[in-house]
């Protein structure tokens, strides 16, 4: 079965870098867009950013425009989500989710939390 395995996240103090990844399996990656989702606690899920199948980023939260950039490896089966700049709000549970069509998989979620 199709799996996603993110991590990378963890700890760091606020206006630290962390780098996600998410290493798919079992699926055609690269015709796949790749996006990361975060959700913190007591709050909805959100869309954070967005990688389409050929590459192009798109649809980044306005909270992360400017300090976040998403890429992909296609020969790697892995989507990346470079944090900068991190704030305590961007604390959240981070998916990884693949999109083609109406087909969606989601990841277990990595933790990141952003405090002194």
């Known amino acids: 079965q199709v799996q996603l395995v993110e991590s990378g996240g963890g700890l760091v103090q606020p206006g630290g870098s962390l780098r996600l990844s998410c290493a798919a399996s079992r699926l055609t990656f690269g015709h796949y867009d790749m996006s990361w989702y975060r959700q913190a606690p007591g709050k909805e899920r959100e869309l954070v950013a967005t990688?389409?199948?050929?590459?192009?980023?798109?649809n980044f939260a306005d909270s992360v425009k400017g300090r976040f950039t998403i890429s992909r490896d296609n020969a790697k089966n892995t989507v990346y989500l470079q944090m900068n700049s991190l704030k305590p709000e961007d604390t959240a549970l981070y998916y990884c989710?693949?999109?083609?069509?109406?087909?969606?998989?989601w990841g277990q979620g990595t933790q990141v939390t952003v405090s002194s």
């Open positions: 989710n693949a999109r083609l069509l109406t087909i969606r998989y």
């Open positions: 990688i389409t199948s050929t590459g192009v980023p798109t």
